[in-house]
């Protein structure tokens, strides 16, 4: 499993990996955070198509070109805003890596690199956050032979170590 799960620091719009994952909102319109970053870097042709797919519910996942990206593929998806914990955020947290492996997998993606959905302007807690991310990509990982590589970009050093820890507990290695 190890060598299939990648955890990096750095910026996701560099990653040379099939499809990266935005964490958009439900306009799919662009915003701040690694979303803006991701359309400044892929050019205004990514928000003339996202702006057809006519948006995006919490939890779920839609596919973009990458346009001027190294990443053929955006997955965009939307995760929940933090509140407290009693608002499902958990599930649709979940929802967001399931179905954006669904979506990347349908399209035949090998490769894939993910930021740190929900735990910048959504205030999901790092550590919570970290472990569903990791719980749903091992049960990905457990069941499919075709992906080759997943990346955790980590923006930072405590994400990156928050990463780290949570890798070695969910995957024993
Ligand atoms: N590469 C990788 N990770 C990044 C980058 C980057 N270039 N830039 C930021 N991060 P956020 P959210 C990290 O706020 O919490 C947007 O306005 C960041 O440090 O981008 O899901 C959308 O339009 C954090 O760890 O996404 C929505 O309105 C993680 O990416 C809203 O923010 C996610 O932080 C979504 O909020």
Redesign the pocket.
Known sequence: MKERVRIEK?????QKVDAIV????Q?L??????????HR?AGQELLEETRNIGGCPTGEARISKGYCLPAKWVVHT??P?WAGGHKNEENLLAGCYRNSFKEALGIGVKTIAF??????????P?ERATEIAMEETKKILDNDKTLTKVVF????DD?YNTYQDVYKRVFGE
């Not at 935005?22 to 909102?25: F, L």
């Not at 970009?153 to 930072?156: A, D, I, K, M, N």
């Open positions: 750095g910026d996701i719009t560099k935005n964490a958009a909102n306009s319109l662009g915003g701040g955070g690694v979303d803006g970053a991701i870097a939307v995760g805003v930021p740190s959905i929900s735990t910048g302007a959504y205030r999901f790092l970009v980590c923006f930072g994400a």
